[in-house]
């Protein structure tokens, strides 16, 4: 590109500035080289209780292989999503009013600091020019105006759009106008993106998903790239030099049945997640009616330990007091953030079916993450011995419940046991003893 010698010396900078700042994206995107995630830790960790075993039950070998880096998604993504709970039925007074109420119930400062649109903001047709157009009766003042809106309270908008030639509900999509649509969308301060996978014409999953990473890139923009192609060719393969986030499942909906489903299928891709890129199990169900409060509690937790997106799902406007319970619990929350990035994953299982369940994961300062889920249909007895966790049996413990939000006991030797009510999940924090132990 030739700069023309009448270019002001402001727009020369403001150039220059942007050419540098796509360079160093695109380098980002093209991978780096990353170590291990629990490398340091192994090292310092055998010497403290941990056993040789614990490398193999948390392995995070597949991670960073492929990792983007363009600076985004250090720790899971945050914020809230319109789809679960409105679906179509969206505006920018909802939008407006999500945002309001993130702030003033102190959900913002816990970190949900995304308010995302889904599926149904544009008009039905792109206008003459081929670009896509809010629509005027939803969305009357646009979304550059819900950006500057959602700025000015210190969240970030997200947008939704389409791998295909339309979006699931029939609205304009994203393929063979990534450029453009990319264009338009850091042109409204747009700070995320949903990328679906409806109406795709065939065409396999690899090869339309990067062209919207290259044109974000180009962009000179931080813009969140969520992939949202439900797992169908395996994403946790191949998208971590495509995006932040890949959906690992198909659509979650407000029953025990998909949420414990979806839980399982997220768990086999464990070791491809890591900073910088995470597995997707789908967005909250929490508050939304279908599940009792122990089966919510549960789903919280286990997304928490997952390291999965803790995105809202129900009407932040009108939460009751246990949604809102769930949702601002400060432990599990530093769990999902937790800086070591490591996902947790299901350990061991035993009884009916399978159904008592030790899902656990690393944390750091030498910490683990530890969950007792009873999948059973009544209240039952989960022990967890400490060869499923990596620990050496003689092994002292210090066990904190992050629901109950106190100490268990200091001294715990070998195992530990906890009666769990039935679809309910207790959670907890181990220390071993010879560590000194930091507050979540």
């Avoid at 299928?265 to 929490?286: C, F, Q, R, T």
């Avoid at 599940?291 to 330990?305: C, G, K, T």
């Amino acid at each position: 590109m030739r700069v023309g010698v009448a270019m002001s010396s402001m727009k020369k900078k403001r150039f220059v500035f942007a050419l540098v700042l796509c360079l160093i994206i695109d380098v980002g995107f093209a991978g780096r080289v990353v170590v291990p995630l629990l490398q340091s830790y192994e090292k310092a960790s055998y010497s403290r209780g941990f056993s040789r075993n614990f490398g193999k039950i948390f392995g995070t070998s597949n991670y960073g292989i492929l990792q983007l880096n363009n600076g985004l998604a250090s720790t899971p993504q945050m914020g809230w999503n319109s789809w679960n709970f409105f679906a179509c039925n969206i505006s920018e007074t909802i939008i407006k009013e999500t945002a309001d109420a993130l702030v003033s119930t102190g959900l913002a400062e816990l970190g949900y600091d995304h308010v995302n649109i889904d599926d149904c903001w544009s008009s039905p047709l792109r206008d003459l020019k081929g670009q896509l157009v809010p629509d005027t009766k939803t969305f009357p003042s646009g979304i550059k105006a819900l950006a500057d809106y959602a700025h000015g309270k210190g969240l970030k908008l997200g947008i939704y759009s389409d791998a295909g030639v339309f979006t699931c509900q029939v609205r304009p999509g994203s393929l063979f106008h990534e450029k453009d649509d990319a264009a338009l969308f850091a042109s409204w301060g747009v700070d995320y993106l949903k990328y679906d996978n409806c109406f795709n014409l065939g065409i396999e999953p690899k090869k339309r998903y990067p062209p919207m990473r290259d044109a974000l890139n180009e962009t000179g923009c931080s813009i969140f790239y969520s992939l949202c192609e439900w797992g169908v060719d395996d994403p946790a393969l191949w998208a971590g030099k495509v995006g932040n986030s890949w959906r690992t499942t198909g659509d979650i909906n407000d029953t025990w049945a998909s949420m414990t489903s979806i839980a399982d299928i997220n768990d086999k891709w464990a070791s491809y997640a890591g900073p910088g890129g995470w597995n997707d199990p789908d967005m909250l169900e929490v508050g939304n009616g279908g599940m009792s409060y122990q089966e919510y509690r549960a789903h919280f937790s286990i997304w928490a330990l997952m390291k999965a997106p803790l995105l809202i799902g129900c009407d932040v406007r009108n939460m009751t007091a246990e949604t809102f319970e769930i949702l601002s619990n400060k432990e599990v929350i530093a769990v999902n953030q937790d800086p070591l990035g490591v996902q947790g994953r299901k350990v061991c299982v035993s009884g009916t079916d399978n159904c008592l369940q030790v899902w656990a994961g690393p944390l750091s300062g030498h910490r683990l993450v530890v969950a007792l889920w009873n999948r059973c249909p009544k209240a039952e007895t989960i022990t967890t011995q400490w060869d499923a966790l990596g620990l050496e049996s003689s092994t002292k413990v210090s066990v904190r419940d992050l629901w109950q939000h106190k100490q268990v006991t200091g001294d715990a030797v070998s195992s530990f046991a906890a009666q769990v009510d039935a679809h309910d999940c207790q959670m907890y924090i181990f220390t071993p003893r010879t560590v000194t132990r930091s507050v979540i």
